[in-house]
């Protein structure tokens, strides 16, 4: 499966934005899909993820609950990870990648096997 990330761009504090995450090869529903971020000089990190067969079944980071929120759209074979209340500490590439174990590890960056290119968002103060 291969991954096209998009959406990233420059927001300013207390803004929103909206990256996409498109697959194509295989349909979404053979994996779970995961968010991550990696700022400069730092570990790439787990921000969210979805599970295959139940969209209403997620995860989150404790630093992006409440403010990110991830989706995604069947028919399009897109997730999307909805970004709220950006802060500076959310300047990162962000990566969606796939994954097809079990879903309690989903936060866990080694588990996913396809990564898509990354997309930048910088959040300005």
């Known amino acids: 499966v291969q991954l096209q990330a998009s959406g990233g761009g420059l927001v300013q504090a207390g803004g929103s934005l909206r990256l996409s995450c498109t697959a194509s090869g295989r349909t979404f529903r053979d994996f779970h899909m995961g968010w991550f971020r990696q700022a400069p000089g730092k570990e790439r990190e787990f921000v969210a993820a979805?599970?295959?067969?139940?969209?209403?079944?997620?995860r989150y980071a404790d630093s992006v609950k409440g403010r990110f929120t991830i989706s995604r759209d069947m028919a399009k074979n897109t997730v999307y990870l909805q970004m709220n209340d950006l802060k500076p500490e959310d300047t990162a590439v962000y990566y969606c990648a796939v994954t097809q174990i079990l879903f309690m590890y989903a936060h866990e960056v080694s588990r996913y096997t396809n990564w898509g290119q990354g997309t930048l968002v910088t959040v300005s103060s």
């Open positions: 979805i599970n295959r067969s139940n969209a209403a079944a997620t």
